[in-house]
């Protein structure tokens, strides 16, 4: 696939990662199984008669996307390509409220308009007059991978030269209740922190959104760049190392050339096996870990990206992204390749490569 | 030259009907699909007319063969039956062993089962497990990934109304591109409650049958369907015998950015993404025989499209809206559309565009009136405009 170098990033996260260039953050921790988003002041970023109609998820999507732009004012990007889970999901929630408060009668039209999976791309196009190519994955755990395929493959056949790409999630209290029932989430609280050494059943729950743009021409100045993705649907251990012999030999890699495999490891029992194999398959590498920071939700390898982007193009790795409980590594003198691992219940699996460019 | 992508299969499931054949019957003796609601259970089951399929989920579980009924949405069981009829058209067995993928494409996903019980989950989860899922729009592409054993590329698009048309030309480009050989791409969407009052809220549906490009039109009219067709290049068809039904030769995806809700009335949108489509295609206006219009029958979609096509083809090729058949199936409608589309093209017919009377005075444009047959299909067009300025157009061409 054509490489997708990546010019500007910005990340909305439960971390203070927005605006943050070099990964020196104060981590937060919480301990009710649920990380919410530290909102920024939208207010720079959403005119006011806007906001008052935005829902979380649309303000927190909408900001990081144009925080995003406003890195490189003179790009107008030749499209727009945003994955999402769950969408908005409070307007969702709120049409079916109303729907059944009003007994289907005298309802405002704002949050069904607003529940559609592609308003933040509309949003954006529209704001900011990005008439383009526009697409809207909705699948889970690929949702963000597959917004990043498709830029791949625009880059390689339309020869468009920049796309913005990203992903949008939240989690409401009511659906976070829901999903408790249903067994997603811990029994008992744990301090997110602890997340990564937890072997109970369950995980937390987390939300989020991170928007790149990415660039099919290489910068001249050393960048990240997202070299390749694969999405594994329903994979058995053997798909997985196929997958991952694959990924190593179209990009002439060793296994020990791989610096880190940043896992997506959540913490859950269920799934413990699965983020094993993986590590085993790459023996003594050191591994890097992100849900305790962000929670478990559909487009959580959009964060891992940010992290795996601003590791490469600093050369900082955070102590906060290492599992205090395994064997530390020595840190490789220079990090060139980090390859993202996840596994999203089991149906959606995922590992995308990212390299440094010099 | 890049090898030609070519459509080996086709399958639907509308009010018309199951199966190409029937949709076919229907359209062609000018018998829409329109009816109050028996299976919806919403207060406006008779203030307006709906395409619902006279079937309850049971009986399309079971007409789809699906033996247990668990979890499984009215989306998933109206997509599994319309893919089942395109599988066997392109001649692809259950147990392939084939490079296919699925790009699926739904609005509300498994709304239709979640207003019923929402209220009820929210009290007692422990009693719906089997629909913890189906809140989403993946759900039901798992369902039917899994019933037909696809796991190469599995994706779920939701771009409002050119949901299902973003799915074909996705599928179009991962074939030309060599991620799958096969793709099965298309849309699925059930009547909910849910989108029955956003759509009553945006007070853009007509009480009457709708009307598009008719002066006198006063909006739409909602449907449920859902339509696949299977995309591969003609050498991997081939291999299995299958025919090639029609080749898949421009399209274009092209976000207007005008408003969150409503076309440009000038049509600018409408035009940029026709007229990219046949630049793809390498085809002059002249070249197309009938457009498939988007034709919603809202006062802004048909001034806009109108405008659009005027400005773009000189002459006007044949055109005519089928959501006068079958309603708006939203996210399903530009897999059903291209459906009908390829028939045209391999019928030689042109579909009537119903109800209509009295041209828009701007334009004064007049769609086909009635069905015919024997004439030249060399070139269809079909268009999908969304929400958000969402707009694509697809041209199938004639083998």
Not at chain 1, 267 to 279: I, L, M, R, W
Not at chain 2, 135 to 164: G, Q
Not at chain 2, 230 to 245: D, H, N, V, Y
Request: with cysteine; aromatic share 8%; hydrophobic share 40%.
């Amino acid at each position: 696939m054509s490489p997708l170098y990546i010019l500007a990033s910005s990340c909305i996260s439960p971390q203070p990662s927005f605006l943050c260039d070099d990964l020196r953050m104060d981590i937060r921790c919480t301990e009710n199984n649920m990380l919410h988003c530290l909102e920024p002041d939208f207010k720079n970023y959403i005119n006011p008669v806007q906001i008052r109609r935005m829902s979380r998820a649309l303000k927190i999507g909408y900001a990081t996307a144009i925080s995003c732009l406003n890195q490189n004012p003179e790009i107008v990007p030749e499209a727009i390509l945003i994955g999402t889970g769950k969408g908005c999901l409070e307007d969702t929630e709120h049409f079916l409220h109303s729907i059944k408060e009003y007994n289907e009668t005298a309802l405002n039209a704002t949050h069904f308009i607003h529940s559609t999976y592609n308003q933040l791309n509309g949003m954006i196009a529209l704001n900011k007059k990005i008439s383009s190519y526009n697409m809207t994955f909705v699948h889970r755990g690929f949702s963000f991978e597959h917004s990043l395929m498709d830029a791949a493959l625009l880059f390689e056949e339309d020869k468009i030269d920049t796309a913005l790409a990203g992903s949008f999630d939240e989690m409401t209290l009511e659906h976070f209740t829901v999903k408790k029932h249903w067994g997603y989430w811990k029994k008992e609280d744990i301090r997110s922190l602890d997340l990564i050494s937890s072997h109970t059943d369950g995980t937390i729950s987390g939300e989020g959104s991170a928007f790149y743009m990415l660039s099919r021409l290489k910068p001249e100045h050393p960048v990240a760049a997202i070299k390749h993705i694969a999405p594994l649907y329903r994979p058995s251990n053997d798909d997985i190392a196929e997958a991952v012999d694959n990924i190593l030999q179209i990009h002439s890699l060793k296994k020990e050339d791989i610096d880190f495999v940043l896992s997506g490891k959540n913490g859950d029992a269920k799934y413990e096996t699965s983020y094993q194999h993986v590590g085993q398959l790459f023996g003594n590498t050191q591994k890097l870990y992100f849900k305790h920071l962000c929670g478990e939700y559909d487009t959580a390898t959009s964060f891992a990206c940010w992290l795996a982007s601003k590791i490469l193009t600093t050369q900082f790795v955070p102590d906060y992204l290492f599992d205090t409980t395994e064997t530390k590594q020595a840190i490789p003198k220079k990090v060139r390749h980090i390859l993202i691992y996840n596994n999203y219940f089991d149906l959606n699996q995922s590992l995308i490569l990212l390299s440094l460019e010099e | 030259m890049a090898a030609r992508i070519i459509v080996s299969g086709m399958g639907i499931l509308t009010s018309l009907g199951k199966g190409v054949e029937a949709n076919h019957h229907k359209l062609s003796n000018a018998i829409h699909g329109l009816s109050s609601l028996d299976f919806l259970s919403t207060n406006h089951s008779h203030s307006f007319p709906f395409g619902e399929i006279k079937k309850d989920t049971r009986e399309l579980l079971e007409d789809a063969a699906i033996s247990t009924n668990k979890g499984f949405s009215r989306t998933a069981a109206l997509g599994i039956s319309a893919v089942r009829e395109a599988f066997m058209q392109a001649r692809i067995p259950l147990d392939h062993q084939l490079k296919i993928g699925l790009i699926n494409a739904t609005s509300v996903g498994g709304m239709c089962e979640v207003e019923k019980y929402y209220f009820d989950i929210l009290k007692t989860p422990d009693l719906f497990a089997e629909y913890s899922d189906t809140i989403d729009c993946a759900d039901c592409t798992h369902r039917i990934a899994d019933h037909f054993h696809i796991k190469h590329f599995v994706t779920t698009i939701s771009t409002a109304c050119s949901s299902s048309a973003n799915a074909i030309m996705l599928g179009a480009r991962l074939v030309n591109q060599g991620t799958i050989d096969i793709a099965v791409c298309g849309g699925t969407d059930a009547l909910t409650r849910f989108t029955i009052n956003g759509f009553n809220a945006l007070k853009n549906i007509d009480k009457n049958h709708c009307r598009p490009f008719d002066a006198d039109r006063n909006g739409l009219n909602l449907g449920e369907g859902a339509a696949y067709i299977i995309i591969e290049k003609e050498s991997t068809c081939a291999l299995r015998s299958a025919e090639p039904l029609a080749q898949i030769s421009g399209y274009c995806n092209y976000n207007e950015a005008f408003h969150p809700t409503a076309p440009n009335p000038e049509g600018q949108g409408a035009y940029e993404v026709m007229h990219r489509a046949l630049a793809k295609a390498n085809l002059t206006i002249d070249d197309i025989d009938y457009i498939n219009a988007h034709g919603t029958a809202t006062l802004t979609n048909d001034e806009s499209e109108s405008n659009a096509m005027k400005r773009l083809f000189i002459k006007l090729p044949r055109f005519s809206s089928t959501k006068s058949f079958t309603g708006h199936t939203l996210a399903a409608a530009g897999a059903v559309e291209a459906v009908f589309s390829i028939n045209a093209i391999l019928k030689r017919c042109v579909y009537a565009n119903l109800n209509f009377k009295t041209p828009m005075p701007g334009t004064l444009l007049i769609p086909q009136l009635r069905y015919e047959e024997n004439i030249r299909m060399q070139h269809v067009m079909s268009n999908s405009f969304a929400f958000g300025g969402n707009n694509a157009s697809l041209i199938f061409s004639k083998l």
